[in-house]
């Protein structure tokens, strides 16, 4: 059972975690837009949200490539740049009896949207607690998520809903939902919701209460760049999306195309002259760059590291606000807008002639595809590319759809349904492709198909988002994970411990642990099968192969996952009819645990390491876990450590009882404070045979 204190421990460190983001460059909420963002994490797909109403170009952080990361576990995995949304319509009054021929809503992929964006609420929920994760009594997690309310009835695992008001009077809410079922999780799905309220700003009032927008479009822009991995191995330019490959469905532009989608997708393509000889479909890393730290410089292997393929899917549209059965029309300007276009800059809601031209762009209808504009001949030219993607621009080309346009009433509403999805071929196939290329043993054509593969996935992805949002998201419910796991490092083993929801207990036949060796995005043995009673494993001598029994001196990983029973699955949207797994990534440890060292034998050999601890130069909190703290070596089995101010006042009392001769104080009080510089007394009792020694310790802040 984790321990309240431990709870009280995550709260904190998330509390504090949140403070440090603000303070920092890549603030989480920015005050001159007031805007905030969440991570939506829990399946194979993380991406973060805003609550303004998109997520524009280097808006969380100051990168170019952030978000969409698929399979989020591993690292570097974001293909996304920047994202659009702008609202046009025609003959618009503004609150001070202005009228504008043409009048434009600019949200990103540049523009903040101040002060025509009015951000008015922003809630997070979910169909249950997260889990809580511990290493060695740390709390463990990749994204700070803050759950505003519980609800056991959501349609999703996890559900953000903002609302915004614009200048032109169209109130724009947007919810967003993921699924934890494995076969589900790769997509989010969301639900815009375009109301004429006339309300212009951000108060309670009604500015333009009689005011019928005109031939209003909803305008979105992708602009995809797959992925941040081989960047700086390809060619820098590839991490704004330069050699992004955009193609479509649906836009009857091609004939012989049996798939029934509307969508855009994307993929990393041809990068002529860029850092490598050789064909770079998928991203084949031979020699890693190891510039800003995407990729590790023992990535030798030749692995395919940019396989994706992501892409937005239309899911529904309004005919109008009077009739909502879906548009098969819509959206009806399917385009591709080169992604430093002159329109994408410096917009402006007063300059009648740019945002003519806006709209213009907004309402251009279904031009011809970027793909073959690029390839003429389609596949062929796919699988052996000889043209590039960015067609003599700077930055490539951004996916842009135009739905409308529509007259808008007072209090009437369009609502517009997507889903963004990222998928390809899988790890293992795309490492093993890879090896093979490098080594000559395949072709470029032949590692191409392999990666043309990742297509289908994604096509199959976009047919299950569509037949879950069709069938009332019917897609079966994954069982619930553990409510809560502990890994603690010690002598003889690694030792695991999880809870789980007692109301929940009838839906599972078990639970599996699986492990990782030295890198947390590395593969994942499993090393054990739990009964649905069992709430506890170690991982010792005893561990089968192919992982093998922990060695002593190397870093492990590990997740846990409730297995369900097969008739829970009646296999709805599209979702294979096997037993379901709770998601990975809700009890899922981020940081390592280690085989310590064996008991000391000798009171006398006991060691504190750094003596004297020194803070690191970072200029700020570094909440790293392996340097915010000190070691114990050679302590006993069975130890009570307690850490004393030089005038003898009690700091912090450790029970250390796992066997091993390990122990870890991370600086903080029994109250959770940091303490400050000075001489510490640390005094070890050794509770098998009452021995007892003592030890000084300096620490520099």
Not at 40 to 65: A, R
Request: proline share 5%; hydrophobic share 35%; net charge negative.
């Amino acid at each position: 059972m984790i321990k309240d204190s431990m709870k009280v421990r995550l709260q904190i460190l998330r509390s504090c975690i949140l403070l440090a983001a603000m303070f920092a460059g890549y603030s989480m909420h920015t005050a001159t837009a007031q805007v905030s963002y969440q991570w939506m994490d829990v399946g194979s797909l993380h991406n973060f949200y805003s609550n303004i109403g998109t997520e524009i170009e280097q808006g969380f952080i100051s990168e170019q490539q952030s978000g969409l990361r698929w399979p989020a576990i591993y690292r570097s995995q974001d293909a996304q740049a920047a994202k659009g949304l702008w609202i046009g319509a025609r003959k618009v009054r503004d609150d001070s009896g202005n009228t504008f021929p043409f009048r434009v809503a600019h949200l990103g992929p540049r523009v903040t949207g101040g002060g025509v964006y009015f951000p008015i609420e922003f809630r997070s929920f979910s169909k249950f607690d997260d889990p809580e994760v511990f290493v060695d009594n740390i709390p463990s997690f990749q994204n700070i998520v803050d759950i505003d309310e519980v609800d056991p009835t959501l349609p999703a695992d996890r559900m953000f809903y903002s609302k915004s008001n614009t200048i032109l009077g169209l109130t724009v809410e947007r919810t967003i939902m993921q699924f934890s079922n494995e076969f589900h999780d790769n997509y989010h799905i969301k639900e815009y919701v375009f109301t004429n309220t006339g309300n212009v700003n951000d108060d309670d009032n009604i500015e333009l209460p009689d005011q019928t927008l005109e031939d209003v479009v909803i305008y979105f822009q992708n602009r995809w760049a797959p992925v941040r991995a081989t960047r700086f191995v390809m060619g820098n330019g590839t991490g704004w999306g330069m050699n992004t490959m955009v193609d479509r469905r649906g836009d009857g532009r091609q004939s012989g195309e049996s798939e029934d989608i509307r969508a855009h997708f994307a993929w990393h393509g041809l990068f002529a002259g860029g850092e490598v000889d050789y064909d770079n479909i998928g991203g084949p890393i031979w020699e890693p760059n190891t510039s800003r730290n995407y990729i590790s410089a023992t990535d030798t292997t030749g692995r395919l590291g940019a396989y994706h393929f992501v892409g937005r899917v239309t899911l529904h549209a309004d005919t109008s606000p009077a009739d909502q059965s879906d548009d098969p029309n819509q959206p009806f300007t399917m385009d591709e807008i080169h992604s430093d276009d002159d329109l994408l800059f410096r917009n402006d809601v007063f300059n009648q002639t740019r945002m003519e031209d806006e709209y213009n762009r907004m309402t251009i209808g279904r031009t011809n595809r970027h793909a073959y504009r690029v390839e003429p001949d389609g596949m062929e030219g796919f699988l052996e590319p000889s043209n590039d993607p960015w067609l003599g621009t700077s930055g490539g080309f951004s996916a842009a759809s135009g739905y409308g346009p529509y007259t808008i009433e007072p209090g009437e509403s369009v609502r517009i349904v997507v889903a963004e999805a990222v998928s390809g071929i899988s790890r293992e196939l795309a490492n093993e492709t890879g090896v093979l290329f490098k080594a000559g043993e395949i072709s470029a054509r032949e590692k191409n198909e392999i990666v043309f593969q990742g297509r289908d996935s994604l096509f199959q992805t976009f047919e299950r988002a569509i037949e879950n949002f069709r069938s009332g998201y019917s897609a079966p419910e994954a069982p619930r994970p553990p409510t809560s796991l502990s890994i603690n490092s010690g002598g003889d083993g690694i030792f695991l411990d999880w809870d789980y929801d007692a109301g929940e207990e009838t839906r599972i036949s078990g639970f599996e642990v699986y492990r990782a060796t030295a890198e947390l995005d590395s593969t994942y043995y499993l090393i054990h099968e739990a009964g649905p009673s069992e709430r506890s494993f170690v991982d010792d001598d005893d561990t089968p192969q192919p992982a093998g029994p922990p060695i002593r001196g190397r870093d492990y990983y590990y997740y846990v996952v409730a297995v369900g029973n097969a008739n829970d699955n009646d296999g709805s949207a599209l979702t294979p009819q096997v037993p379901l797994r709770s998601n990975r990534y809700y009890a899922q440890s981020y940081d390592p645990a280690r085989l310590q060292r064996q008991a000391g034998e000798s009171m006398s050999e006991i060691r504190i390491v750094p003596n004297p601890y020194v803070a690191s130069n970072t200029g700020g909190f570094t909440f790293d876990a392996a340097r915010d703290r000190v070691a114990f070596f050679e302590i006993p089995g069975q130890a009570r450590i307690r850490v004393y101010t030089e005038l003898g006042e009690l700091v912090r009392t450790i029970e250390h009882t796992d066997g091993s001769g390990d122990a870890f104080w991370d600086l903080r009080t029994e109250s959770r404070q940091r303490v400050v510089s000075g001489v510490y007394i640390v005094v070890f009792d050794n509770l098998e045979t009452g021995e007892r020694a003592t030890r000084k310790m300096a620490i520099i802040l």
